[in-house]
């Protein structure tokens, strides 16, 4: 091979290292994103069933009356 070809090969694949890091970089922004979410979204759920197991119980007390 001559000195150009692996120059450019040399300098792909520094570009493919380069672009690589940056990919893993924002996978794992985007992991950091949807672990936050799942929290939200486990935080809400839990409010909407204490929510509605007490409007239960406070049905049923009126019932029970």
Known sequence: MSKIALERIA????LCRIMQKLTHKKIHQIEDRIK????IMIGCAGALITGMGYLIYILLSYISI
């Open 11 to 14: 300098s792909h694949e520094k």
């Open 36 to 39: 936050r979410l799942e929290k």
